[in-house]
């Protein structure tokens, strides 16, 4: 019979005690994305389970079930892989994928529970975790947005329009958020707005994609057209000013616009303009940054 060692450089419950120092993440100079990998991980808002965040050769982003899975198991049309930071919708011939999260979401796919055994237990864990978190009080599910507009009649989610492209936004103007990394390494705390502001404009809903039937209807845009091209590129960056040329900096999180679709974001359009900004009395230094 053995004796037990104790382990000194190991606290009681096994973890060592003396961390290597940390390393500062870094993006390559070649990479395809330029989104750190730490701090992409997030919880459905829907379900509260775990999601990776991956922009998309287009970038857009998609989230992904955190884990690979057997590609056996997952319909072709549901199987996407990772090259390079980039989530591709299709299979690099391994044995193993990535899943959407909307694929396993037990609060948005009901319907879709045909999969194989192995995927339906997943699901099925999935949801047993969702309960889990919902009784517990340590999530609560947000349902789609009730109204598009806030009291203040700012659209919840704006349509901008930057270098000509309409975009959906994430958030009301004012606080969509700056997503580069500070040197502390969270997420910059500035707005993207900035002094030279944007303006509600009355523009067509500009059928895309040959969607000719659509009805051109006229809906409220937040026009950044007269600001300069590096300030509407500062704009699709979703990066505040002082990020803006700060190339060394990484993104932390995706930038939140989606190409608009008057189709797909049909609940989001509105036909009158935001009641205008109260004028403004106070002076540019008391302004909040
Ligand atoms: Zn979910
Ligand atoms: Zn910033």
Request: glycine fraction near 6%; charge should be positive.
């Amino acid at each position: 019979m053995r004796h037990h060692v104790p382990h000194f450089d190991r606290h009681w419950d096994g973890s060592p005690r003396h961390l290597p120092p940390r390393r500062t993440l870094q993006i390559a100079a070649n990479s395809p994305s330029r989104l750190l990998r730490a701090g992409q991980t997030s919880r459905c808002r829907h379900c509260g389970n775990r999601i990776d965040w991956y922009p998309r050769s287009d970038d857009r982003p998609i989230a992904l079930h955190p884990a690979e899975v057997a590609a056996i198991d997952v319909s072709p049309t549901c199987r996407w892989h990772l090259s390079g930071g980039i989530a591709h919708p299709h299979h690099d011939g391994s044995g193993w994928c990535r899943i959407p999260h909307a694929v396993l979401c037990p609060q948005q796919s009901p319907r879709s529970r045909t999969g194989s055994p192995r995927l339906a237990s997943l699901c099925r864990e999935l949801g047993l975790r969702s309960r889990r978190l919902i009784d517990t009080g340590a999530f609560t599910p947000t349902s789609h947005p009730p109204a598009p507009g806030d009291a203040a009649g700012q659209p919840v989610r704006p349509v901008v329009r930057i270098l000509l492209v309409n975009y959906l936004g994430e958030s009301a103007v004012e606080t969509i958020r700056c997503v580069a990394q500070t040197r502390q390494r969270s997420r910059c705390t500035h707005p993207v707005l900035a002094a030279i502001r944007g303006r509600w404009v009355l523009l067509s809903t500009q059928p895309c994609r040959g969607q000719l039937t659509l009805p051109d209807t006229c809906m409220a845009i937040y026009d950044l057209s007269h600001l300069s091209y590096a300030d509407q590129l500062r704009w699709r960056a979703q990066r505040c000013t002082t990020h803006a040329t700060a190339t060394a900096a990484a993104d932390l999180t995706l930038a939140g616009w989606q190409p608009f679709d008057p189709l797909l974001h049909a609940e989001h359009i509105r036909t009158e303009l935001p009641t205008p900004e109260p004028a403004e009395p106070e002076p540019y230094q008391s302004r909040r940054r």
